[in-house]
């Protein structure tokens, strides 16, 4: 089956850094690319959806300048926090898909910022 | 807001038990999937249904789409301690826009 990176898996940060997120599709070209962030015990919100070579769609509420993505390739999408503070603190997750309907997950990125 | 409300939310049974989990919406879908994720972890896909009325079988889980393409369910026959995780129902506009239910976290004990 397709398989998403996620790089890191963790990783924490002081107050008013930037945190870069890279999600890669492994074996298959991906069309598009969704970015979801997701609070403890609670289900997934789609923070952006992008596709290769253009600008990123946000949802209503994402800052676009505070998440910043970029998918400059087929297979690579990235997720820049900028000047994160506490409240940034989550689980973010990529998602990939190709030609069909199907997406397919990564294994998660867990942010924490002090 | 969410598109897609699943019910019920929080759902805690004994192994051996039937169980079915609901995916509702007023929006129409052109495909609806079902996940299952474990704590840390992403989710991972179980099934895709695109017809309306599709009825999937995955050994012990059965998936149906409403007639509409607006609602969906999830029968799990026999629940396993295996079977525990947060289900997760997503929903594509236009085929490439998913948008997450709720959740249905199933706690199934020994």
């Known amino acids: 089956g397709a398989v998403v990176s996620q790089h890191p898996s963790r990783v924490i940060c002081k107050s008013g850094t930037s945190v870069k997120i890279e999600c890669r599709s492994l074996?298959?070209?991906?069309?598009?690319m969704f970015w979801y962030r997701q609070f403890p015990k609670q289900s997934l919100m789609l923070m952006a959806t992008s596709n290769e070579g253009s600008k990123a769609t946000y949802e209503q509420g994402v800052e676009k300048d505070k998440f910043l993505i970029n998918h400059a390739s087929l297979t690579l999408s990235t997720l820049t926090v900028t000047s994160a503070h506490p409240e940034d603190s989550s689980f973010y997750i990529c998602?990939?898909?190709?030609?069909?309907?199907?997406?397919?997950f990564g294994p998660g990125t867990r942010l924490t910022v002090l | 807001t969410q598109l897609l409300e699943q019910s019920p939310q929080f759902l805690s049974i004994q192994e051996g038990e039937n169980l079915t989990v609901y995916c509702n919406s007023s929006?129409?879908?052109?495909?609806l999937q079902w996940y299952r994720q474990e704590p840390g972890e992403g989710p991972v896909l179980l099934v895709t249904?695109?017809?309306?009325?599709e009825v999937k079988k995955l050994k012990r889980l059965t998936f149906q789409f409403g007639d509409a393409r607006k609602d969906s369910s999830l029968h799990i026959t026999a629940a396993q301690p295996g079977d525990t995780g947060l289900y997760l129902c997503a929903g594509a506009e236009n085929f490439n826009k998913f948008y997450f239910g709720s959740g249905t976290k199933l706690n199934v004990k020994p």
């Open positions: 074996d298959f070209q991906a069309t598009t």
């Open positions: 929006s129409v879908f052109s495909s």
């Open positions: 249904v695109v017809t309306g009325g």
């Open positions: 998602s990939a898909s190709g030609s069909g309907y199907t997406q397919y």
